[in-house]
């Protein structure tokens, strides 16, 4: 009998497992100049709340080395870049080339660059060493990921021990009756935002699709139990619209 090659989901589409990087890394290339203005359009500028929450929730102190995976264009690399001070690090990584370089711009316009690092890297392969870091936020990013597990497994490789994991993401409402204003909202109303403010409905068609399919808040607490984290707990923000994960290395 043949075999069947593995598949996984591009939003609702289902493609080959070797095919997702390419298309996500599509979407990212396409919206990465108006990715900034389009966030604060979606959300109302809400998106802010939700990571300034993060990063107060990471407790980082002066002096410490932070991953911002998928950092993108570094709304959360600037809030730690702020926490850690000058004796500081922090590491924007990210898969796609555009998107590094609209957040590099943007933190050197703000003249922060000093303790920020940036690296082209997969999530799935982290390229640094074991036991690096004392905080690793993925801030939507993990959505986009072929392999969650695999990438899970990796923050857990590099974070140090006694480290903390944030994943910020989009999750499962829990207030009664938002589920239909927001399903509303998204599949009516965030493709025809995308075409005309980027030009481009088709990404954020991809986005809404993905939000569905991402694991609810429950499961993505047990992935990251899976790749080793311990004492893994999560706060829904905005009625569980997003939700942030947190979980220790020891
Ligand atoms: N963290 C930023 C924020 O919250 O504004 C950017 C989030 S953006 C929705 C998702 C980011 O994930 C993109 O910059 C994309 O390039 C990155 N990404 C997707 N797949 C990735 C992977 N396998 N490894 C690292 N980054 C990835």
Redesign the pocket.
């Known amino acids: 009998m043949a075999k069947r090659a593995k598949t996984t989901h591009f939003g609702f589409e289902t493609v080959g497992w070797d095919e997702k990087?390419k298309k996500?890394g599509a979407v990212?290339e396409s919206v990465a100049s108006k990715y900034d203005l389009m966030?604060n359009l979606m959300s109302l500028g809400v998106h802010h709340g939700w990571?300034r929450f993060a990063v107060e929730a990471s407790q980082v102190r002066p002096g410490q080395l932070v991953l911002d995976?998928?950092?993108?264009?570094g709304?959360?690399t600037r809030l730690f870049s702020e926490k850690i001070g000058p004796s500081g690090l922090v590491v924007l990584?990210?898969?796609?080339a555009a998107?590094i370089e609209v957040g590099r711009n943007r933190l050197l316009d703000q003249g922060l660059i000093n303790n920020i690092k940036f690296a082209q890297?997969?999530?799935?392969a982290l390229p640094f060493a074991d036991n690096s870091f004392h905080c690793i936020s993925m801030?939507?990013?993990l959505r986009?990921?072929t392999d969650k597990a695999a990438?899970l497994r990796s923050m857990y490789r590099v974070c140090k021990p006694g480290g903390k994991l944030l994943v910020l993401e989009f999750s499962k409402p829990v207030l009664p009756g938002l589920n239909k204003v927001y399903d509303w909202y998204s599949f009516n109303l965030l493709p025809k935002l995308g075409q005309l403010c980027a030009g481009d409905a088709s990404s954020y068609q991809y986005l809404v699709e993905s939000i569905r399919l991402h694991p609810d808040q429950e499961n993505l607490k047990a992935m990251i139990e899976d790749a080793g984290f311990e004492d893994c707990y999560y706060h829904n923000l905005s009625g569980g619209i997003v939700a942030l994960h947190i979980a220790y290395k020891y």
């Open positions: 990087q996500v990212f966030n990571k995976l998928a950092g993108g264009t709304d959360l990584a990210d898969i796609n998107m890297a997969n999530a799935e801030a939507f990013g986009n990921v990438a």
